[in-house]
Nanobody, 123 residues
Framework: QVQLVESGGGLMQAGGSLRLSCAASGGTFSWYTMGWFRQAPGKEREFVAAVIWSGGSTYYADSVKGRFTISRDNAKNTVFLQMNSLKPEDTAVYYC????????????????WGQGTQVTVSS
């Protein structure tokens, strides 16, 4: 059983930056593709970014490409999401997720999910 705990969310003005972290425990971290998803009020949860087990390949939703960067540190069992040039439409609860396998995976078929961290971007 893998446990995921996100941190780093908060309130930021448009144009600013935030870095989210997700600490994993209870499994062999390097076996998992890691993803970030988000869910805004009244909307479905959507894919944001994913990184394969080695960190060598990353994947992004078109809406965040060029602004967000996903990375992982397998020695520290942690995945990060660096968010730059934030926009009000980035406001959402951000979730970290893990799925065993090579990946990438863009849908919601991840095996484990964190509890989420709120990101609010003001205009």
């Amino acid at each position: 059983q893998v446990q995921l705990v996100e941190s780093g969310g908060g309130l930021m003005q448009a144009g600013g930056s935030l870095r989210l972290s997700c600490a994993a425990s209870g499994g062999t971290f390097s076996w998992y593709t890691m993803g970030w998803f988000r869910q805004a009020p009244g909307k479905e949860r959507e894919f944001v970014a994913a990184v394969i087990w080695s960190g060598g390949s990353t994947y992004y939703a078109d809406s965040v490409k060029g602004r967000f960067t996903i990375s992982r540190d397998n020695a520290k069992n942690t995945v990060f999401l660096q968010m730059n040039s934030l926009k009000p439409e980035d406001t959402a609860v951000y979730y970290c997720a893990a799925r065993r396998g090579i990946g990438p995976y863009y849908g919601l078929e991840y095996d484990y999910w964190g509890q989420g961290t709120q990101v609010t971007v003001s205009s």
